[in-house]
Structures are given as structure tokens and as C-alpha cells.
DNA sequence: CCAGTGTCCAAAAGCGTTTTAGGGATCGTT
DNA sequence: AACGATCCCTAAAACGCTTTTGGACACTGG
């Protein structure tokens, strides 16, 4: 293998600057069409095919690269349809404007480890309910921009979707349907502590933006119909996965004063709720209504149809990209979530 | 925002040299403990949290970052989702390997088109139908490695799957059920060329190297069935989607002489292929039978469940990564890949 | 013929880091 | 008391590129 080539070995054997070799790559206007052309063959037969980036970068302090950090690891990250659906939105943008998308490695839930955000990156989209001020002090002490989605980080602009009164309007649709005993099926308020008990104490020191949000909508409609916050049955799932859901599930299912109705924060979760109720005998929705979250395209194959709420996954990860690559002062955005009304819920049978 | 920090900054703050500082981030046991935590914690307070990854990048020539090189834009490739459990396979060394992942744009179709090949990345996972030598030359330009995934390049080394062998099942089991009227549902054969009629000069050219592979390994089977290759009638799908395959199939269903089985080169395929036939009012498997290819996870809710051909998407990722990694010479590697046998095949009505 | 105006190209200064080669202390050994 | 070994640390070069500054040259118009 031959040493590598410069730009300054192209300059060199075709006799002219290495200026006007930059140029005949990055700025065709900087000299004669012929010149150009002569430089670029020559240059390609030599082997030589383009500036390398790590010059360039270091030069500009520009990579043309997005990067994106999620709160998990990636190969579980990828696992999630809604993840997922973010990721092709924000593709969608690199692709069209011909960026490079960086994974980088999860932050996982503990505080010590520190990834390397060191990464050459012009913008960080940043989608974890686990980062800490102090981390997003690291990223941007590094000179790159970041952009939150799905939680909030004082100086940060922000892409979310309306939570919070989704949450709401999916409590008051059972409330309207007439149940009485609820159950919630939460994601883990907390990094650390991994047991499934609810405590208002733990609500109020969460960091998970999501979760909280959620919660406070479902309470907000219990509350106004007056309906006791004790009352509610809240539970947290370790992972937002379906057998997490499972376990949990079974455990509310067999209590003697089983609910009639379960608001789950995602479909996930719901999914795996229901799987628990068939295994139990239990029928959806005629004695157990369940609502789930996300609208992901298992919800509409389940059986039965999941009633949820459906979120724009593909356009939140475009208009992250679109506030990632932007000149201006990026401005936060909330995209709305609407409830969708299919067989999992009904009215509680007299 | 004030001036971004440097080494240099952090060592003339300190009054120690730009070596010590470098050396307490990445050499611990070049100095004494107390020197380094007195520099680190230092600098945190500054705001330095280490070095640069440009600097870094461009002095060792190292980034800590695979790149993959897909055939399709990656807004496109995340849809299918065997790309997207080969990309979980990547990750989930790159998670522990604690390196990035970095998404270059798609090279579509076009000879013409050349991305960003310029990018920091230590080695290449090439899984892209329509890359050609100059491309790969290119690549290699740069310092960078590579590996080649689903298809061929001298001198690159290879992750397959057994794509010949278990077509040549596939079609060894449709034969053995007594079917002698066949259809394959191909992948594109030809970048540029769209219509969807096969020709054997067409087979000759391509470059698609999965495609050349299990058309090859059907072919076989059949010839050893002494079945004549003009019998058979070969039919190419614009793209890997549902959609494409449901146009394709209205069209080969509806003619006079119908085939009693079909081979198609993917689930998705054959997923899109089902969909026409129930349009039509024929049933699988009692009218028509279906094999797929891949296993992907609809390849069992559907109905009738699909026989296919598994394959192992995520420990191809992971190999392909392992490589990537490796710092001994890659060597090449065939993953296998098994018939499973479902719903969607049955011998033909007399 | 001369100033004015373009066009094209060269020299040089960094961008932030790692690493090589080596310089002083300090220590233990003879 | 001298000497080598050991430990801590430093100076300086190199990595490949872009961009600023300005010079050389060939044109124009007066």
C-alpha cells in the first residue's frame, strides 16, 4: 500500500499551488474551467479523488455531519418503530442535502459514563430523557449546536409533541365512557431505581420529560372528573418493551379490584398489556379497555385495533434535522398528537 | 459564547506543557495521578472536558467510526427491515466497542453520483448492490478499510449469506410438491434499465450480486428438473417494496397461463405478491404458492404465514462489524441461510 | 503610453492534536 | 562520590487542509 496523498503531492507534481488545487475541488470559480478540469483528471488518475475530511474539519470546524444521541443503546434503539420512523425523518433531510448521519454510542442510565461526545459534529440532536444539564454543557463546550427532542434543557430549542394534552384527552375518552377504575401503565420515572412502584415523590424528581408529561395529562383529566389520585393504580415498566409490559400486567390483572380501564404510554406497552389479558382470559375491550401511545403500525395490526394516540415520529425527526441544519436561531416547535379511536376501548360493562 | 478551548489553552493556563495535558486525558501512567487529576479536574472547571476529536482525527488518523454505505437512500433503507436488523447487528458491537456509527448518503443508482466518501471513518461497511470498483478504489484512497456485505469486489472482504444454495432449495422444494408452472418475482437486475422484463443479457450484466446469486441458484434447480428456462417466467420489481411487487404480480397473475408457484426474492416481495393474488380472488396456498425470502418478522403474521428463507440480518451486521474492527485481515465469511416451511406453499389442485 | 481593472495564482498562517526525542531531577547502587 | 536508572515532564514537529493577502500579468479605455 502506497502512502497516502495530499493535496500539497497533486500541487506539487503538476507544478502549481496547493491553493489552486483546494480551489479546483471546492471552488470551481476561483479559476479557468481548463485549469480545473486538468487539475481534477490529473489528480484522479494519480489517485488522488478529493480533500481529505480530517483536514478539512479541523480547517473549517465544519463536518456536514449530524449527530444524534439517544438515551439508549442504539441496537435496542433500532428496535423501537417510532426510533425508528425518527431516524428515516431525520435521514430523509441528511439525505437531501447530502449530510452524514452519526450514531453515537447510547448514554445509558448511569451518570457516570460519559460517551465520547467528542465527536466531529455540527449539530447534535439530542432525544434522551436520561441527559443531564452538565452533559449538554460537554456537547456544547465543544462548539457544536444541539437540539432536544422529546425533553427540555434550559438553552435549548426543542421538538415535542403535544403530551401532555394527548394524555389528557385519552384519560377524559374513558372518563367519558363511563369507567371508574384506572390503571396506568408508565415508563420508568426514574434512571436508577428500577422497581415498579408509583410514589408522587419519584414524579417530582423524574427527569424523563415524556413520562412526566404523559402522567400529568392522564392525572389532570382524573382530576377534574374528581376522581382521587390514590384510586389510580400507576405502574412503571423497566423498558419500554412489550414483555416489560407483560410481567407488570399480570400483576395488575390478578388484583382483586381489577381496573377497568389501563392508559398505556406506549403501544408498545399496550401491546404486551394485552397479551397478558388474553393470557388471563380477560377480553379486550368488552372487560378491559386499554389505550395505548405512538400509533406505531403494530397498533393497527393487533388484535383488537388499539385505540391510541398517534404521534408524527418520521415528522419530528424531519423537522429535528430541519432545526439541526438551519443558519437561524432555531425556535422550539410542539407537532400535535391526536387521539385515534379504534376496538380496544368501550364502556365498562353494568 | 466565548472562544473555544484548546489543549494549548488548558496547558499555558496551568503552566504545564501541551504533552502533559494530552498525556493526562489519554496516557494516565505517563504522569502521576496527582499531576493528572489536578489537570483534568482543572479544565473541567475551565471548560475543557478533552481533546478534540478534529485534532485527534487528523494527528493519529484514527475516529473510532464505522461507516456504512448503503445502496438506497438511508431514508429508504431504514424501511426494510432486514436493513435495519443488520443495523442493529453493527451497532450492537459499536455500542460495546464504544464507537460511532456514521450513515453516509445512499449512492443511488446513478454511476455519476459520488458522495461524501471523504468521511472520518476507520473502515467502510459496503452493503450496496450498485458500487462499483472505481467507487471502492476511491474508498480505499483515503486510508480507509472496507468490507463488502451481500455482494463481491476484489479484494475486499466479503459477509454473504448462502443466497445460491437455498434459492436452489426453495425452488427444490416447489418442485418436489409437483408444481411445474413457475414465476420468480426478481429484484431489479439492472441499475439504470427499469422495465421489468428479464432477458439472460440482462443477468450477464448485472452487478446486483444478491439477485445474480438466487436467480442462479432457482435456475439450477429447475434445470435439474429438466424444466426449460423459457418456461419459466421472470418478472423484476422496480424496488424492494409491497408496492412494486403488487403491480408486477396483478400483471403475472392475470395471464392466461397462470403459474402454480412463485419465487420471490424477498418477504416484502412476497408480502406485495399475496396482496394482488387476494385481489384477485386466488388463494394461497390452495391456488397459487408463495416463498419468500429473508424471514422478516411479517413473514409470519401474514396470512397465510409465509414459507421463506431465514436469514440472519442481525449476526450479519455483527460480523460485518467484527470485521470492521478487526485488526488482523478480514477473511470472508458465509453465513447460512434455511428454508422454513409454512402456510404458503402446498403441492398444486390436479 | 499610463493608470485602471480583472484574472489567475503563490506564500504562509494557522486549525487542535499526538508523538518523538530528550532534558532534568531524584534515587539507589557501587 | 560518581554513575546509571527511573521518573516526570517539555519542546517541537507533523498531520492535511482552507483562506487571506497580495503579487504578477494581461487586458482595457483614455
Redesign the interface.
Known sequence: MTK??TLKDIAKSLGVSTTTVSNAFNRPDQLSAKLRDHIVSSANEL????????????RT?R???IGIINHA???Y???DPLA?SF???V??V??RE?????????IGRSDKEF??????VDTFIIQSCFITDDLV??VL???SRAIMVDGKIDGLARVTISDKASAHNAAKHLLDQGHEQFAILSFQLNATERDNLFSLEKLNQSRHYVAIQRLEGYLSAFKAAEIPQQQILIKECAENTGDAAYQVSLEILTKKKRPTAILCMSDRLAIGLMKAANKLGIQVPDDLSVIGFDDIEAAT?CTPPLTTIEQLGYEKGQLAAELAISDEQPESIELPAKLVIRQSTKPPKK
Open positions: 497516502k496523498l489517485g488522488y479523488y478529493g480533500p481529505s475530511a480530517a483536514g478539512r474539519v479541523l470546524g463536518s456536514n455531519t443503546e442504539f441496537s434503539a433500532l428496535k425508528v431516524l428515516q425523518g435521514a430523509s441528511c439525505d447530502n449530510m452524514s448521519m452519526m450514531l453515537l454510542p447510547g460517551p465520547a461526545f467528542d465527536a466531529m454543557k460537554r463546550a465543544q462548539g395490526t
